[in-house]
């Protein structure tokens, strides 16, 4: 079993930042591939980003290119997304998932939530203009 706990969501302005992060538990966690998925009202779930633990490779959605980046802490089994020069448009419910024993995938694969197994419950990303 594998516990996510997300945090760092807020409301910020437009043009901001913000360091989400998903803190693991329950396996080894440099093992792990995990994604970051968000949710708007009234939307379908979108991947934007995505990484092998072990550093073996990592994915982004084209939204999230160039604005997203993950980094982990292997000693706190935490993932972080960070996300700059937010803009309305990310306003989202933002998630984190984990599946410890991953295939190989392709960019498409990982960005998608199928692969994943673990969940968190999410935390609220909110962009004024």
């Known amino acids: 079993q594998v516990q996510l706990v997300e945090s760092g969501g807020g409301s910020v302005e437009a043009g901001g930042s913000l360091r989400l992060s998903c803190a693991a538990s329950?396996?080894?966690?440099?093992?792990?591939?995990m994604g970051w998925f968000r949710q708007a009202p009234g939307k379908e779930r979108e991947g934007v980003a995505a990484?092998?633990?072990?550093?073996?490779?990592?994915y982004y959605s084209d939204s999230a290119k160039g604005r997203f980046a993950l980094s982990q802490d292997n000693a706190k089994n935490t993932l972080y997304l960070n996300i700059n020069t937010l803009k309305p448009e990310d306003s989202a419910m933002y998630y984190c998932?984990?599946?410890?024993?991953?295939?190989?995938?392709?960019?498409?694969?990982?960005?998608?939530?199928?692969?994943?197994?673990?969940w968190g419950q999410g935390t609220q990303v909110t962009v004024s203009s």
């Open positions: 998932a984990a599946e410890p024993r991953c295939p190989p995938m392709t960019a498409i694969q990982a960005l998608g939530s199928k692969v994943y197994r673990y």
């Open positions: 329950g396996e080894r966690f440099s093992t792990f591939c």
């Open positions: 990484i092998y633990t072990d550093g073996s490779n990592s």
